[in-house]
């Protein structure tokens, strides 16, 4: 009986080890995918926050 439970607690170690690779790499396989879209994505929340900022420095000298 003894011997069940270890082979049942090193089932489990393995177990838990293949989802943590396959997490990591969907993780890293999302990270490429991510990364081909980043510049652009950052030029545009720049642009947004230059045109925020701009708004709020042009509005400012009107009261």
Same mark, same amino acid.
């Given at each position: 009986?003894?011997?069940y439970?270890k082979?049942r607690?090193?089932?489990n170690t393995?177990?838990?080890l %293949?989802?943590?690779a396959?997490v990591?790499?969907?993780?890293?396989? !999302? $990270?490429?995918?991510i990364?081909k879209?980043m510049?652009? %994505?950052?030029?545009?929340?720049?642009g947004?926050?230059s045109s925020? !900022? $701009?708004?709020?420095?042009?509005g400012?000298?009107?009261?």
């Amino acid at each position: 009986m003894n011997k069940y439970f270890k082979m049942r607690k090193g089932q489990n170690t393995v177990e838990y080890l %293949l989802m943590l690779a396959v997490v990591v790499g969907v993780v890293l396989i !999302a $990270g490429m995918a991510i990364k081909k879209y980043m510049p652009s %994505l950052w030029s545009q929340i720049q642009g947004m926050i230059s045109s925020a !900022a $701009g708004s709020l420095g042009a509005g400012a000298g009107n009261q």
